[in-house]
């Protein structure tokens, strides 16, 4: 049946993917660039693709504007994910790899526009700009980079270790809520069953990557929850942390919440605060079906997605609570209900 | 490159299995049977077994002992899932999916021992005892009994329609946590592919089986996580619900507890207790790496599986959080440590 990857299924490349291929079989130095605060999709496509060109024989360095979280470690085994340290490693092509605006790369930004190297922009975020890049290899339907990177690396005859598995498999996961969110497709789950073939093992990957939270997240998390309110019949769930959480250990990160509480039936939209400092409070929203939160974060002065935006908003915890659950309740009552 | 379904990767079936195949070709009137508090598997087994063998122009029946939550409501669209009455509907073939001894289908088993019907068994368990079934179609290898609902659908050549494409999903993400747990294999996630690619939307099925979630459960869990407890430099993480809850709503369900807890770095095992009525009190016992909590368990007249076990044990609440602490820290101080 020969081999049932994901460049077979999807057939011919385009004319740009073919130029883009061309330039990385024609590059001898690779610099594999990130953006900043990069994710599993990020980390992982680079790390599948430095070792796929580094068996092609190549020189590939890693630098990102800042270091992976400590739960991608297994990413460097036997790789060196570098730190932006003011210089660029010399370099003949630059690979660009889950963005599509220079700016993603913070201070290594002036120094990648002024580098005399080509540029390769490895992508699945839309882009509605001029593009400045020599070459793309670009897929908006793709669910991750890692999807492209696989490409890539198929195309290019790379030969494919379990560490390159691993590392694709860390970006589909990542970018799909671990194979859960709508852009998981057939592709996605076709790429993910051919990479445990190659020696991945979902649960020690889903163990690395996601149980381990710090020992005191439930502490934190249950004085957060104490401090739930539902609106509109329970189709809104608002909560907040205060500073210095009324008295347990302060919880860093917000997705817990935010989760627990989306996985309520009734819940559409869900709010979460957190006092920054006196005078200053964070805004994370999220709807589960059709509810615009980005519209909500917008008259705050925040943004993002329709499904997952934030803000950063002057006053006080109780006055911001109030006004936000105001204006989200304004929009509820306009709002026809789930989406399902 | 024909259809890549699992049964014709997986090549060919046993005799066995062929007689199975056999004896359900030859029988007009099915009943479909599962076991008691039917999970996701079972009924997912059953509906796209029963939607198969209708659209081959058998007449089939459900019977369960016990009615499906309603988690799984969309598993029933156009298709009746019977909970037992008393008394067996007419049929020639009885299909036991799921289970393997006929214990599990509790106050049905009598009926149907004393029926002259055939017995078919379609399971995924292993089986120690002496067949006492007419056929089976088992493999203990399979991550789910809708992998094998599934084969036996694509043997008998049955025509697949959405409904029965996301009944096996059902299946499939019910055993295997979501793709998380160690049973995810190559063959689950290219059948996965296949369903996604006939029609089965991975998030809308998400949504509906796990964000289904009480709106008083995030305060209860407030109040449970409150209580938490660490022990042996954070491998042990201990909490408890006592009567009443401490004024916030009772939790109904452990799970969310045990996960959170789980997902810590630190946890090796995880206990948690629950007041049922004065003088007697639930336990619910998990282990992430190596750790026996079965044997954990036996020592309190429970028991389970090695990484998760229970036993219900008499006692005030604090005296027995205090033995069970003991003992499970006489056991970690042998204990090696994480598995991984």
Known sequence: MGDPSTTTRRGELTAEQSAALELLRRSSRCLLVGHMRPDGDCLGSQGALA??????????????????????DHLGRGLAYGVFDGRLPEHDLAVLLDFNELSRTGPMAPLLERASSRKLVVDHHPYHGRPWWDASFVDVSASA??????????????????????????????????FRYSNTDAE??????????????????????FQRRPADEPLAL???????????????????????????????????????????????VVLYLRELEPGQCKLSARSKGTYDVNALCRRFGGGGHVKASGATIAGTLDD?????????????????????
């Open 51 to 72: 070792r796929g060109l580094l068996h092609l024989g190549k020189q590939v360095s890693i630098v990102n504007p800042d270091a992976p979280a400590a739960v991608y």
């Open 145 to 178: 980079t890692g999807v492209l990177a696989w490409r890539v690396l198929r195309a290019l005859e790379a030969p494919i270790d379990a560490a390159i598995a691993s590392a694709v498999f860390t970006s589909l996961v990542t970018d799909t809520g671990w």
């Open 222 to 268: 249950a004085a957060v929850l104490a401090r739930l309110e539902y609106f509109a019949d329970g189709r809104l769930a608002v909560t907040d942390q205060p500073l210095g959480n009324g008295g347990a250990p302060p919880l860093e990160d917000g997705d817990p919440v935010l989760d627990l509480l989306r996985s309520v039936e009734t819940v559409e």
């Open 188 to 209: 996605t789950l076709h790429l993910a069953a051919d990479l445990i073939a190659r020696g991945v093992e979902p649960a020690a990957l889903y163990s690395g990557l």
């Open 320 to 340: 911001v609570r109030r006004r936000v659950v105001g204006a989200a309740l304004e929009g509820l009552a306009g709002h026809g209900g789930h989406a399902h």
